[in-house]
């Protein structure tokens, strides 16, 4: 009988066993890669390719740079250019969404794209409740009153332009060379960053933030500004949500020639990369600048 039993548990183990191999490998996922959008607004302060507010050749920059960087393997990025895109259900499965548009500073231009309208709040909740990343770029860090709330939420900090329901501002503005220093060194943000001078910017400074939030932590000043205490240099910072999703502003970005700063630009890809919550090597994201030329060449099929 003993015998009997030992035979019939041999074979279910071997039966189970050809179960097993004979079965489908448990699938895995194709394409790892993080999907990375940018979002252009409409060209303000002169013609396109006038160096000031080229929102969409930043995006077209950006894209071609990325795809050529020592993470290019880990990135898909897209872009739109010109506003908000129509059908935005790309949207929906993004790692980060990175806005660089203007804002609305009182009757003039218009609200940053992220923050346009009670639906476009809406939908932007969903994305951050997901987890989804923001980036945020000079203009597009001013904010109205009625929506501060979510853009220190999902962002972290802003340009206040209003106060009190009236064009009144708290932040402020300054045109100037000047040297730019990592504020969080730890930060995977400024990996293979050391201070650097930008030749011209125009800086904005005297920046929103809640102090009570141990979240968002400042990643670059600027001293020669001269701003409040105990924030008033700061010029980019990022956020470790709660909601598991990562963000980063920065009020820098109105010449584009600026991108041809080597760590200016390594900065902001390592911003792009963090909030997909790629993997930022040792030195930084890297990648050379292409003049327009280039990145047309690029871009085309």
Not at 49 to 70: A, E, F, I, P
Not at 101 to 109: E, F, H, L, P, Q
Not at 179 to 204: C, D, R, S, W
Request: glycine share 6%; hydrophobic share 35%.
């Amino acid at each position: 009988m003993g015998r009997y039993l030992s035979q019939c548990i041999l074979l279910a183990a071997l039966s189970l066993t050809s179960l097993a191999s004979a079965a489908p490998p448990t699938s895995q996922p194709t394409d790892a890669k993080k999907k990375i959008i940018l979002i252009a607004g409409k060209k303000s302060h002169g013609p396109g390719g006038n160096g000031q507010h080229d929102y969409n050749w930043s995006v077209r920059l950006l894209k071609v740079m990325l795809h050529h960087s020592n993470v290019k393997d880990k990135v898909a990025v897209s872009f739109f250019t010109d506003g908000w895109p129509a059908d935005q259900s790309s949207l929906e499965t993004a790692d980060t969404i990175m806005i660089i548009s203007d804002g609305r500073d009182g009757d003039a231009y218009s609200e940053t794209l992220y923050l346009a309208n009670d639906d476009r709040i809406a939908f932007m909740e969903k994305q951050m409740k997901r987890g989804c990343g923001l980036v945020t770029f000079h203009f597009s860090t001013f904010v109205t009153e009625k929506y501060r709330d979510y853009a220190l939420r999902w962002n972290g900090g802003y340009f206040q332009w209003e106060t009190d329901g009236k064009k009144n501002w708290y932040s402020a503005i300054k045109t100037l060379q000047a040297k730019v220093e990592p504020a969080t060194p730890t930060h995977p943000i400024l990996k293979g960053i050391e201070p650097f001078t930008m030749n011209q910017e125009e800086f904005y400074y005297n920046l929103r933030f809640n102090p009570e939030d141990k979240r968002t932590v400042p990643i670059l000043t600027v001293p020669a500004l001269n701003g409040r205490a105990p924030d008033g240099n700061t010029v980019a910072w990022a956020r470790d949500r709660e909601d598991t999703g990562r963000a980063f502003g920065t009020s820098t970005g109105h010449f584009y020639e600026n991108w041809k700063n080597d760590q200016y630009r390594k900065v902001i890809l390592n911003a792009i990369a963090w909030t997909a919550k790629v993997e930022i090597p040792d030195t930084g994201v890297t990648s050379e600048f292409f003049d327009h030329e280039a990145i047309t060449k690029a871009l085309t099929p």
